[in-house]
Every structure is written in C-alpha cells, then in structure tokens.
C-alpha cells in the first residue's frame, strides 16, 4: 500500500487520473514512485539490465499518428509510455507501453467491471509489435457510509521490545483490542478486477496489474494492490516486437522529443533491489 497527496477527486477523467499516477516530478504532491510499474519495466530485463539503466523517458496520451503509426489502428493512443535510457543512449527496444481503463464500483454495484477489459487496445499493442505490454485498471470506489462498513479488530499494545521489570501490567485481554470501521470496497473490486483480467485469457507476456485509490479521512488517498494476484503484473517481451515499430519509436522521440517527454525521472532502482 501506498499513498497519493490528496488530489485525485472521486469523478476525474482517465486522462486525470492518468496525469496524476505519473507525476513523478512532484514529489511534494506526490509521494509515490514507480512502485505500480516496477514489475514490467524490471522483470523482463533482470538485474543485469537494469542496472544498465540510468531513467526513464515518460509520455501520456501519445497518439498513433505522434509514432508514425497508420490512423486506423488500434488503439487511437497510447496511456502510458517508458523509455529507458542511459546518458544519450535510448533503450527503444525496451519500452513499455500501458493501456489504463478506470473502473467505479459502489455499494449497490460491488461487483461492476468494465464493458471492455481493454481487450482490442492490448492486442493493437501486441500487433503494433511494442516490446513490453501493460493493463493497467485502476479502481475509483465510491466511499461507503458508516452502515455500509465492516469492522475490523485493531490491537491496542504498543509497540516496542516487551514489557520491561517496572512497566504497569497490561489490561485484560479484551481490552487490548477496539474495533474500527473498514471500508471494504476497494480492496474488493481490485481482487475482482484482477480475477477478470486473469481468466480474459491474455497471453503470458502482457503484465496485468490492478490498484485502488480511495480517499483517506486526512485528505490524502491509499493506494492498494492485489496481494494474491501480485504475479501477474510482470509480463515479459512480447515474441512479436517489431524492429519497425523501433525505427518508428527512434523517429518519433527525435521529433517529439522535447515536447512530448520534457523531462526525465530517475528510475530508483535500488528500491527494487
């Protein structure tokens, strides 16, 4: 689990909320990293090749057309996009592209998913030949009222190295625990969306991941992963990468380069390691 800056309200857009869990440069609203795309960017390459990394390039939205792409393709654009690079060298043959889709489940709709899982995006990204391929559903839950909770035991003894020769014997054990309120909501659709994904029949290589963003009561918002589902996410090369589809990438950063992908951000890899 993780935390946002509370900033990501209940009705944004896919391109908000798309915008926001890539705000790596602004660690003051932002305190996250690149935890939710560790597994894709890293795994494929191991360690030895990520340690060739210095950062990552980064762009959102990028249209087909931006890559040189034929119009009529599938998807019209790519959600997210990696570029690995170390000084002016580029790891194009390594990129990473997400297809994100936003799913909103509440209380009389636990159970509600997507009409479109993000199927036909997924494979356009396999056909188009990306080396690394990512769905991404991120799951905004409506908050559920007092009623609508469940509750959990929360222990009462603090932390520490044990009770020492003068501390006060602890209170009976039925006091060392209280209940609170758990919103159970989100934990729930991310199990959910995480089960659709898997059984939809993607193939091996295509990293599946799923994480809410829920609103704590301090302002701020928890980000949490499917723990179970936790193998999915890596994915690995797609047998179908194409040295076209690099020539393209190559051209597309020379023209876009500056506009598309101002800055870079450091790839904190030895928080992976």
């Known amino acids: 689990m993780g935390t946002f800056a509370g900033f990501v309200p209940q009705d944004s857009d896919e391109r908000k909320i798309i915008e926001k869990i890539t705000s790596f440069k602004d660690k003051d609203k932002y305190s996250h990293d ?14 030895d090749g990520v340690e060739q990394y210095e950062g990552f390039y980064l762009a959102t939205n990028v249209l087909r057309k931006e890559v040189g792409l034929t119009r009529e393709g599938r998807p019209g654009d790519y959600d997210i996009m990696f570029i690995p690079y170390s000084g002016d060298h580029l790891f194009y043959d390594r990129t990473a592209v997400y297809e994100v889709k936003i799913v909103r489940p509440n209380f009389k709709h636990p159970n509600k998913s997507l009409n479109s899982l993000g199927e036909t995006q997924v494979y356009g990204l396999l056909k188009d030949g990306f080396p690394l391929v990512g769905l991404l559903h991120i799951v905004i839950a409506d908050p559920l009222l007092p ?20 501390d006060p014997p602890l209170p009976p054990l ?43 009561s301090d302002g701020t918002h928890s980000v949490m992963t499917s723990q179970e589902w936790r193998g999915y996410r890596s994915g690995y090369f797609n047998p179908n990468k194409s040295k076209e589809l690099i020539e393209c990438l190559k051209k597309h950063f020379k023209q876009y380069g500056e506009s598309r992908y101002p800055g870079s951000f450091e790839r904190r890899v030895e928080e992976k390691l």
Do not use: C
Request: no cysteine; charged share 25%.
């Open 34 to 47: 690149l935890i939710h795309f560790y597994n894709l960017l890293f795994d494929p390459v191991r360690i």
């Open 174 to 216: 039925e006091e060392l625990f209280e209940e609170e309120p758990l919103d159970w909501l989100p934990w729930y659709s991310v199990d959910k969306q995480m089960a659709r994904l898997i059984s939809a029949g993607f193939p091996k290589y295509v990293g599946l991941d799923a994480f809410s963003i829920s609103k704590n």
């Open 147 to 166: 009623g609508q909770m469940s509750t959990i035991r929360v222990s009462k003894v603090p932390a520490g190295d044990g009770l020492k020769p003068n």
